[in-house]
């Protein structure tokens, strides 16, 4: 199996693109109203700078979501019938003239893509564990103005209409599959996952907000099959790309900073460790589960066929791990090469 993966400079609220051309989004945007992200909104629209400046932080934050508003309109017309957006982001709190307050930038979020006709989904709250003592900002330890830290971040699942329909009985479907308990950890509404080292410079990392690969992987897997298509509109140091290539999918990735994209090569060097790492993993962690199924009691009702273990349900006997075999760079971006993880 062979997947290319596109990268291009460039800005999102204008994607090169075709129309129903992809099947999965999973990005993250620059959050609306965080101060590292200022100067790249006022660079799109002075009216944001000039709005920061008088401290005037409701028109600014409608600005901002004005910027992004162009993206989620461009991937209501890239996404496939089908398809489904996954949109990482966080709420912000700030103190400017009027106080300090909390943005609610998923709320506005949500909102904006459904005028654009995509369906909300049920969302999942990614709870990031910390070890800092300070719970609260505000007045310390008497009442009543202190509040709560923001520990978490929003992940917004949207579907471009009806569901998906595909061939019946497609193999890269089933291939597809994830194990049971998988299913019942991922599809939970609040994930626990943190915080992940990117190996980039200080620089680079302070520019772009990277989550950790586990993120977008977990979506992947979730949301298509092999063989699909994956754009991320702000693609910054690539891990939608990395994640895209160790699950086997396509991919396309835009951003419009040259100096985030060049970081890429680097890590797309790391795709066939990172897949062979996760796939052993994910097998490894399925037959220590099998094992204590049975030890419980309950015996797994079917067997896999690719593989020397039971599985709990029929739609999971043919699933099939790969893993990349080789990265090489084109002209506009990498293709790599999958082989069977036996």
Request: proline letters at 6%; a negative charge.
């Amino acid at each position: 199996m062979e997947t290319t993966h596109r990268v291009r400079t460039g800005d999102a609220r204008t994607l090169e693109c075709p129309d129903d051309s992809v099947e999965l989004v999973v990005t993250s945007p620059p959050y609306p109203m965080i101060e590292m992200w200022d100067d790249i909104f006022a660079q799109l629209d002075p009216d944001i700078g000039a709005a920061l400046d008088n401290d005037d932080g409701d028109r600014a934050f409608t600005l901002m979501h004005d910027v992004l508003d162009a993206v989620w309109a461009e991937l209501e017309r890239v996404l496939v019938p089908g398809g489904i957006a996954c949109i990482n982001v966080g709420d912000a709190t700030r103190s400017l003239d009027d106080g300090f307050r909390s943005y609610p930038n998923h709320a506005e979020i949500a909102d904006r893509l459904t005028d654009h006709g995509l369906r909300a989904l049920p969302d999942i709250l990614w709870r990031k564990p910390t070890n800092s003592g300070a719970k609260f900002m505000g007045s310390g330890m008497v009442p009543p103005n202190a509040y709560p830290t923001l520990e978490h971040e929003h992940i917004l699942v949207f579907r471009n209409g009806e569901r998906r329909r595909l061939e019946p009985g497609a193999d890269r479907r089933y291939e597809s599959a994830y194990f049971w308990e998988e299913r019942n950890e991922w599809f939970s509404d609040l994930w626990e996952l943190p915080g992940e080292t990117q190996d980039l410079d200080d620089g680079l990392r302070d520019r772009s907000g990277a989550f950790p690969l586990t993120v977008p992987y977990r979506l992947i897997s979730m949301f298509s099959v092999y063989g699909d298509t994956v754009l991320d509109p702000f693609l910054g140091t690539g891990t939608t790309t990395l994640a895209a290539m160790v699950a086997g999918r396509n991919s396309v990735g835009v951003d419009r900073d040259p100096d985030l994209l060049s970081a890429l090569e680097d890590r797309a060097a790391t795709a066939p460790e990172r897949s062979r790492t996760i796939a052993r993993e994910r097998l490894n962690d399925h037959r220590s589960w099998v094992e204590q199924r049975r030890a419980d009691g309950k015996e797994p009702g079917y067997e896999a066929e690719q593989y020397d273990f039971a599985v709990n349900t029929k739609q999971e006997q043919r699933i099939r791990f790969y893993a990349v075999d080789s990265v090489k760079p084109t002209e506009d971006g990498f293709r790599a090469v999958h082989e069977p993880v036996e």
